[in-house]
């Protein structure tokens, strides 16, 4: 089996930074890309950033400018640097991982759990 574990969330005051980091572990032959979502309450889930593996990062709108997605390809690890953080900013930040299990044939997309991310005013 597979998955990802975030971690890094937690309380930060506006204009502060915060690191976010994911790993995937498991069985794993091959990673496609690696990725952040954000959830607020009452607001679908959306894309903050992601990375394809030996490609270039793309950012939502609001996110340009302010973070930074890296990899450690080696590691399997996906970081998010977060910068200029605003209230708005405040949700739950998934990771999301496109890979080639080592036992299947079929590419999965695998979330871990989520990382609280709050910014105070």
């Known amino acids: 089996q597979v998955q990802v574990v975030e971690s890094g969330g937690g309380l930060v005051q506006a204009g502060g930074s915060l690191r976010l980091s994911c790993a995937a572990s498991g069985n794993i032959a091959s990673i496609d890309a690696m990725g952040w979502y954000r959830q607020s309450p009452g607001k679908q889930r959306e894309l903050v950033a992601t990375?394809?593996?030996?490609?270039?990062?793309e950012y939502a709108p609001s996110a340009k400018g302010r973070f930074t997605i890296s990899r450690d390809n080696a590691k399997n690890t996906v970081y998010l640097q977060m910068t200029s953080l605003k209230s708005e900013d405040t949700a739950v930040y998934y990771c999301?991982?496109?890979?080639?299990?080592?036992?299947?044939?079929?590419?999965?997309?695998?979330w871990g759990q989520g990382t609280l991310v709050t910014v105070s005013s």
């Open positions: 999301n991982a496109d890979l080639w299990p080592g036992y299947s044939y079929r590419r999965l997309e695998v």
């Open positions: 990375m394809p593996t030996g490609g270039s990062p």
